[in-house]
């Protein structure tokens, strides 16, 4: 993540644009997909960062992991996506290893995030992707959502290929130790006619893809269509709603984003990978967290069939 003068999480504050076709929420009723669901079932893990928005800029949550898998175990979630400043505390390893076997919820994976278009930035990230995956591997995690960084204008046909040749470096050291990478997107890097995505895909077009469907919309793409489009190589995604203003909702399923499409897209193309649910907040929530999380991972359940 990059400290400081970016925000993992930057808030869109107008989604006046956004295609009708993405809104459709209550289109079609839930229980028409549920139950024709029967694919393969997908494993619905939960991104802590929910909680590591409390802890600006550095979005550390460490001193509040206990409440973490405690709640995100009480939802009925499967596993626990971290964030890479979590893995770079000294006492990572015993920690989250104690917290594993406390709880019986596994560390599904992290996200992480880096400037990788900047080449004076590639041996401090090299370097830190070595100590992250090193130590992600030790609590048993298999993923890794790589966010490639906003340059905040669009990238140069040189800053692409600096990010793509970091890109590949980052998938050797994920190789060696066990974890697989996937391409996790914001919205620079599917605003401009996808500029930046499609230059990573030019490059490396076997990537592997973790998207998260609500900055996707953000960002004004279709995830239906995104789905029968790149659902080839998606092996992961987040699910996050908004109401039709574009403020996030507490649950999923509240909002205005047409989640049973979405569900049916992912059935038409046999979608095998894993899925996290991601809370956000852009006012103190009403209910408990935990129970939003156990709210948004039973309409997943009804929806999705997971």
Not at 120 to 132: G, P
Not at 247 to 267: N, S, Y
Request: neutral net charge; proline residues 5%.
């Amino acid at each position: 993540m990059k400290q400081n003068n970016y925000s993992r999480r930057r808030f869109i504050q107008h989604t006046a644009a956004l295609p009708g076709a993405l809104l459709l929420h209550g289109l079609f009723n839930k229980n028409t997909f549920a139950a024709g669901v029967k694919n393969a079932v997908v494993p619905v893990y939960a991104h802590l960062w929910v909680y590591a928005s409390r802890y600006p800029p550095d979005w550390d949550c460490t001193p509040i992991m206990n409440e973490v898998f405690s709640d995100l175990k009480y939802a009925g979630m499967q596993g626990i996506e971290v964030m890479e400043i979590h893995l770079r505390h000294n006492d990572a390893v015993d920690r989250f290893n104690q917290l594993i076997q406390q709880y019986s919820l596994p560390v599904s994976g992290a996200s992480y995030y880096g400037d990788m278009w900047n080449k004076n930035e590639h041996e401090r990230i090299l370097d830190d992707l070595e100590l992250v995956t090193a130590r992600l591997h030790a609590i048993g995690g298999t993923m890794l959502g790589i966010t490639v960084g906003d340059a905040k204008h669009i990238k140069t046909e040189a800053e692409l290929d600096a990010q793509a040749d970091l890109l590949k470096k980052a998938m050797v050291i994920c190789a060696k130790n066990n974890i697989a990478p996937n391409l996790h997107n914001h919205t620079f890097e599917v605003e401009n006619g996808m500029h930046d995505l499609k230059g990573t895909l030019a490059r490396i077009p076997d990537i592997k893809l973790g998207p998260d469907l609500n900055w996707l919309v953000r960002g004004g793409v279709d995830p239906v269509w995104f789905i029968k489009t790149y659902g080839h190589q998606m092996v992961y995604m987040h699910l996050r709603d908004q109401d039709a203003t574009g403020k996030w909702t507490e649950v999923v399923g509240e909002g205005v984003i047409d989640f049973p499409a979405i569900a049916q897209a992912l059935k038409a193309i046999n979608y095998s990978g894993k899925a996290a649910i991601e809370l956000a907040f852009d006012k103190p929530p009403v209910n408990p967290v935990r129970e939003d999380w156990k709210m948004s991972r039973q309409y997943v359940k009804e929806v999705f069939g997971w």
